[in-house]
């Protein structure tokens, strides 16, 4: 296997090699894939000062949404070209199924073309009733230098729920992506290039987010940072960017209650279930990872899921016929086992799994089920972020949206109901800033997705998520002669 060699990429060159390195070895197998720059303070700040420098020349700020637009189209159709390439990285680097890491690319060639769509779109407001000689215009700007930080997990398509939107409303960015996962970035900040983006635009600083994330979240010369990542991590980031007061997007943890009512169809939500909890290997911040099933149909469907579950392939990401692939690392493998163990140790009762997958040298788990799972148990409260999935059982719908609503997160929430009453609401109910109905991890660029509670703020996707970028200004007119205040 040939490892991959990647040096930071700022002002639209990879830089040359100095200094220390990151190797990245696959969670699959444990062999070398890639070796990335080990990022310093020093290299964020020339990164910011080359998007500071493009930003202010107006090379990029100030073209028409019609040209950012054109360049944002070409990005999409090379990561289309590249796609086999870009799907190997995924798959190398994270240890997901290869289905789901085409799924990954082919979403941001959709979320890029979409940003590009609303690049030409951007636009203000004007107010002509304030009177005979008052107009007033609010105009929608770039927000300027853009400070974006990337999770492990889907290190290509959150990168891409970020950039495109940020370069369409006419940003700077410098990207810090994960130490683990810095391939995509690197690989489609040098696309952006190619397809004809100004340099210094989209810049890509590898490294420890101790060193290079701590920098780039408390450098004075940015004005706006997008974070998905830990709600632990996300709280340090908070308090960074308070000491330059600068506006933040956060996007954290979740830990989703996926409902089932005894009136949906229950096939569908079998596969739900699964689908909720051990899509990514479980790995996704929107993971149904609490199964809510109403009692009247709770033995039989819980048993369903077992053994489905129990039937899962875990193995090689390369095998298009794998289920669920490999943990992102050995402490991270490490930690979903030990919540295997708390969930025994608490009284719940282990279904199906609960034990590593030995695999070779490769960090993978069993698709694990526990059954009359509490709300005091570890883990009904804590984010597990691996294929664990916790059932607790409920009678009445007053019932249920207390047991969903009892966590510290609020990211996404699944009902499964084939009644519109239930379904309005139970959703109207949760707390949480996105619930799906008869579908779960669903969803479409134009769908803006935030949290609410310890799941963060802010907006990605969509038309909030393109105005995160933005900052508005008033400009107050007066036309012919004004009144004097003081004196004739």
Not at 301 to 307: D, L, P
Not at 405 to 427: E, P, R
């Amino acid at each position: 296997m040939t490892v991959r060699e990647y040096s930071h990429y700022i002002a639209g060159a990879y830089e040359a090699w100095s200094g220390e390195t990151v190797e990245r070895r696959s969670p699959a197998n444990g062999e070398p894939v890639a070796r990335y720059a080990s990022g310093t303070p020093a290299d964020i700040d020339r990164a910011v000062e080359a998007a500071r420098k493009a930003f202010e020349s107006g090379v990029w700020s100030e073209l028409s949404g019609m040209e950012r637009a054109e360049v944002l189209n070409r990005l999409a159709d090379l990561i289309q070209e590249n796609f086999d390439r870009l799907v190997r990285i995924e798959v190398e680097e994270t240890g997901k199924p290869i289905r789901f890491a085409r799924g990954d690319i082919n979403g941001t060639v959709g979320l890029t073309r979409y940003a590009a769509s609303l690049g030409m779109q951007m636009a203000g407001t004007t107010y002509t009733n304030l009177g005979r000689d008052r107009t007033a215009l609010i105009m929608r700007e770039p927000v300027g230098v853009v400070g974006l930080v990337t999770p492990w997990n889907f290190p290509a398509l959150i990168l891409m729920q970020k950039v495109p939107f940020a370069l369409a409303a006419g940003c700077a960015v410098v990207v810090k992506p994960s130490e683990f996962t810095s391939g995509s970035a690197l690989e489609i900040a040098a696309l952006a290039s190619k397809a004809g983006l100004p340099d210094g635009v989209f810049n890509v600083v590898s490294g420890k987010g101790s060193i290079v994330g701590q920098r780039l979240t408390d450098h004075p010369g940015v004005d706006f940072i997008s974070f998905t990542g830990s709600t632990r991590v996300g709280r340090n980031v908070i308090e960074s960017s308070a000491k330059n007061i600068v506006k933040t997007s956060m996007e954290l943890g979740g830990k989703s209650a996926n409902i089932v009512f005894a009136d949906a169809d229950l096939d569908a939500a079998v596969d739900g279930a699964l689908m909720g909890v051990f899509f990514n290997n479980g790995e996704c911040c929107v993971s149904g990872s609490r199964l809510f099933v109403q009692s009247t149909v709770a033995d039989d469907f819980i048993a369903r899921v077992a053994r489905r579950a129990s039937e899962l392939k875990v193995g090689d990401p390369f095998d298009d016929k794998t289920d669920i692939g490999a943990m992102i690392d050995e402490n991270h493998f490490g930690k979903v086992l030990d919540f295997v163990k708390s969930g025994v140790a608490e009284g719940a009762k282990l279904l199906t799994g609960g034990e590593a997958a030995k695999l070779g040298a490769g960090h993978y788990v069993q698709p694990t089920v526990f059954d009359h799972v509490t709300p005091s148990m570890t883990i009904f409260q804590e984010e597990i972020f691996g294929p664990v999935l916790s059932v607790t059982r409920f009678d009445t719908l007053d019932e249920v949206i207390g047991l969903a609503n009892d966590s510290q997160y609020g990211l996404s929430n699944y009902v499964w109901s084939k009644n519109i009453d239930t379904v309005m609401t139970v959703s109207k109910r949760l707390k949480s800033g996105w619930v799906q109905a008869n579908t779960i991890i669903d969803g479409a660029p134009q769908l803006p997705l935030t949290g609410v509670k310890g799941s963060g703020f802010g907006y990605e996707m969509g038309q909030a998520g393109f105005e995160e970028f933005t900052q508005l200004k008033t400009l107050f007119l007066h036309t012919g002669p004004r009144q004097p205040v003081f004196g004739s």
